[in-house]
């Protein structure tokens, strides 16, 4: 009976989507648009190649995926990181809220992470009474709606400037203007004591460096540097698959996340994080760093907390 209430509604949410002439503009002329940016961002380099470059070593990973786990964890919690793994999704969740209950963290900051979304993470912080802020623009716009992303790099790309102004409207409690520029403005503000007020930092990592225990985030907002420095607690959720044996290896596949994701040669943002670093809010003068990787092989980490 449920699983058929369901598909009715699965259905009726489908027609809506496709009789929203907006979003079906706005997802046409994003897919115009970035074909045309994409081969331009290929068109000085061997794509052929590179892809290739990157397949091989994925394969090669993956056929010594236990070496080069013990050798992240190894050289990590060298560095003064955490390492956790997890069998499932609710044991990812339950070690991260364990973090949280041991250090004492009650205010959350977080960053896209596409892996958070697939445990629920989220949820099942609020759960415990938790208050998780998400920082990305677009991620904190359809958390404020009370929605999933739409889009794995632009989660609001459904929503015009409008709906966003009165959405903005609703939480300031005044008019706001539809200018972008200005509605920007809105969410920094509002953002900013987030950032103050963050226990713990959470985040998600494209890469995790084999010979260096160090994660790799790429980013287009300045949000993933301010979760992973300002709150004395950092933890990264990531995914097995994100293991690559060196930094050359991570830097080479950049070429084509970026080129991919958002058709930009590079991002305005690609991080690493290596250990615990200085931290004036953390009694030991560390940050304290923990990762955490969810997925279907049998080991999961979790990134060490700064």
Known sequence: MSQAKSLVEYRKECQESLDNEYLRSALDK????????RDK?????????????????KD???????????QFKTMAEAAGAVVHYAKDADE???????????????KIIKTKSMTAEETHLVPAMESEGLEVTETDLGEWIIQLR?????????????????????LFSEVTGREEDEDIEKLVKVARYQMRRKFVEGDMGITGANFAVAETGTIGIVTNEGNAR????LPRVHVALLGIDKLVPTIGDALNQVKVLT????AQPITSYVTWVTGANECGAE??????????RPGRYSKKAQAPIC
């Open 30 to 37: 994003f897919a115009v648009a970035y074909r045309t940016s």
């Open 41 to 57: 961002a290929f068109s000085e380099i061997d794509v052929d190649q590179l892809i290739s470059d990157v397949a091989q070593m």
């Open 60 to 70: 090669d990973t993956l056929q010594r995926l236990d070496e080069y786990s013990e």
């Open 92 to 106: 990812a969740n339950s070690i991260i809220n364990s973090i949280a209950k041991k250090t004492g963290c009650r």
């Open 146 to 166: 009370k929605e999933p992303p739409s889009h794995m790099v632009m989660p609001a790309i459904h929503l015009s400037r409008y709906h966003v102004k009165d």
């Open 226 to 229: 301010l979760v992973t420095t």
């Open 259 to 262: 080129r991919n994701a958002t």
């Open 283 to 292: 009694e030991s003068g560390k940050k304290e760093v923990q990762w955490n």
